[in-house]
């Protein structure tokens, strides 16, 4: 039986592109990521502003950082209450969802409340070894509370206001 010599190079060709085609065909963030079909949808609007209190902190964080801290900023004429939880969420096709704990818990939090004076910061760090996390796009929501000044009829209002802060977790 005869080989044609001329068919080596055509089929070692076929199968350099076929390698090539296969490398690029796969994803190149193939980093894990989260089960969508099991987190939790935000309650919370895909952006959150206000005119009051800002978070202000480094938008790339390493996911190897055990915590990070944050400033939080008061810019109104009213002191503000706040507690020490906070909400993190991860986006997902423009999508916020609530970020599972790594382990079934129960985790166990003192509820301590802080507060922010008028046109004050304060420093508020945000632990991450309880969350499930991988590469990707994440925000915390805290929740403030300020009393109104008293209106003519001498009442006076709470409002609770939220707050959030996009970062990167690389």
Known sequence: ??????????????????????????DRNDARTHDISQLVP??????????????????????????????????????????????????????????????????????ILLRLDPHSTREFWVGLVEYELYPGKYRIVKDFYFGMPLRKDGEGSKEIILASFEFKLY
Not at 7 to 19: C, E, K, N
């Open 1 to 26: 039986m005869k080989t044609n010599r001329k068919q080596y190079p055509i089929f070692f060709l076929v199968i350099v592109i076929a390698s090539i085609l296969w490398i690029a065909s796969v």
């Open 42 to 111: 935000s309650k919370y609007d895909s952006v959150i502003t206000n005119d009051f209190v800002e978070i202000i902190g480094e938008e790339e964080i390493s996911l190897g950082s055990e915590s990070f801290k944050v400033i939080l900023q008061n810019g109104s004429d009213h002191m503000l209450s706040f507690g020490t939880l906070y909400v993190l969420e991860v986006l997902y096709n423009e999508q916020w969802y609530r970020v599972p704990y790594a382990e079934e818990g129960p985790y166990l939090y003192t509820p």
